[in-house]
């Protein structure tokens, strides 16, 4: 088994200054990873922190990226109409689908329109098997975001033991989220599809979230989700000052 990489934490003193180093970071990742290989899978974390992200992507701020060699999925969504405002693929397609020459067959939303929630897992489930045939190896690069509360993407702490997340034999499941949050039902890639990303990629911005950082950061504190992503190679943590007030180096 191979060692988990490393968390390398980079802080900046605003969202601003976190996306425009996310953009370069990913901008480069994706030109450099396109010299050895045809296509680029990056998943798309939902949330209100990635937009920023996503508009300098689609201004190209950084450089033109080869839209027609990526593809693009989700870790997880609300089981919500594609064009509601709560949808995550809502979000992104706003800030980023609709402004950038990707073809549409190369974009991936959870299929929230299908009958059930289980329904639409099995559907997500075939979609991703067809682009990664093991569990082990899925996307090149997956963004995701950090709840106050320790969850990322759409496992909460209280959906399931640490155990049972590392240990889940599914692709995709139909979650219902703690009752603190609005949108209950979701649905979520599990650890071990998260864990075959290549890269994972944390955007951590604002107030509510320090104790969940340091939680995670500082003591591996594997009740949390966020604390068991271990990605194949790369762990990167953008945060800002209002969510990591104090740089522990
Ligand atoms: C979602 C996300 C979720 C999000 C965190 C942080 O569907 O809401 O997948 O995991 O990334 O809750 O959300 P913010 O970026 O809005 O703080």
């Keep these: 088994m191979s060692q988990s990489p490393a968390s390398v934490v980079h802080r900046f ?36 922190t990635p937009r920023r992200l996503y508009e300098l992507l689609a201004a190209e701020a950084e450089a033109p990226l080869p839209w027609s060699q990526i593809h693009l999925f989700w ?10 405002p709560d949808s995550n693929a809502r979000m992104a397609t706003d800030a980023l689908i609709d402004a950038v020459p990707i073809p549409a067959d190369q974009v991936h939303p959870m299929p929230t329109h299908l009958d059930s929630p289980d329904a639409a897992a099995t559907a997500y489930t075939e979609t991703l098997r067809r682009h990664f045939p093991d569990r082990s190896t899925t996307f090149d690069t997956i963004l995701l975001g950090l709840g106050g509360d320790g969850h990322t993407a759409s496992l909460f702490p209280e959906t399931g033991t640490p155990e049972q997340r590392r240990a889940d ?9 703690p009752p603190r949050h609005e949108i ?9 599809v998260l864990n075959g990303a290549r890269r994972a990629v944390f955007l951590v911005a604002g107030e509510g979230k320090e104790d969940a950082l340091t939680r995670v950061l500082d ?17 990167l ?5 209002a969510a990591r007030p104090q740089s522990s180096g």
Excluded: F, K, M, N
Aim: charge should be negative; charged fraction near 30%.
């Design 13 to 48: 003193p605003d969202l601003e200054a976190l996306s425009r180093a996310a953009a370069q970071d990913l901008t480069a990742d994706i030109r450099e990873t396109l010299r050895s290989q045809d296509r680029y899978a990056l998943a798309l974390a939902g949330g209100s």
């Design 75 to 84: 870790g997880d969504e609300r089981v919500v109409p594609l064009d509601h």
């Design 169 to 177: 034999e599914e692709w995709v499941r139909p979650v219902t989220a």
């Design 184 to 192: 209950s039902r979701r649905l979520t890639c599990t650890l071990p």
């Design 219 to 235: 003591r591996d504190d594997s009740s949390l989700p966020a604390a068991q992503v271990r990605p194949r190679a790369t762990l």
């Design 237 to 241: 943590w953008y945060v800002d000052a």
